[in-house]
């Protein structure tokens, strides 16, 4: 696996994570039907949030994001995209698992949605995501703790 780090994303950051948006989901969404060019990009603007919003390097340079959004009863992990080349390079992964220890340490749900026939839906399965709820375009997962807070 290639080095990486994360840092917290800035204003500035939502350019890059709205043209790595249209470029990550195109073929999920042409297939769906559902692709638009604009609409992809400004879907990530309107949600743009960057203290909850950290962006994924390589070599110090932009190669992917995510946000995980505090919601009344759980996290929601949103924006979750890594550069096509870099996808399978264990980065996402590893990224994934961190996130998901400190939500873990917290006692905190997690809730996602994916894209339906997305291949991001194994990576989520893997890592104990299981469907709560599905629709045409869109599937809902959801991911219990391993563990209860730590006191």
Do not use: K
Not at 81 to 108: F, K, N, W
Request: glycine fraction near 8%; proline fraction near 5%; include cysteine.
């Amino acid at each position: 696996m290639v080095g990486w780090r994360i840092r917290p994303a800035s204003a500035a950051d939502v350019e890059a994570a709205a043209e790595l948006r249209a470029v990550v989901l195109r073929a999920d969404l042409e297939r769906l039907g559902r692709y638009d060019e604009q609409r992809v990009r400004q879907r990530l603007r309107d949600g743009f949030a960057p203290a909850h919003t950290w962006v994924i390097e390589v070599d110090g340079v932009f190669a992917g994001c995510m946000a995980l959004r505090p919601a009344a009863d759980a996290y929601w992990l949103e924006h979750f995209y890594l550069m096509p080349h870099l996808q399978g390079s264990g980065i996402g992964t590893a990224v994934l698992r961190d996130l998901l220890e400190r939500c873990d340490r917290d006692g905190t749900l997690v809730r996602l949605n994916v894209l339906r026939g997305s291949p991001a839906q194994r990576l989520y399965q893997r890592h104990a995501f299981t469907v709560e709820t599905q629709d045409p375009v869109d599937v809902y997962m959801v991911r219990q703790p391993a563990r209860g807070p730590v006191t």
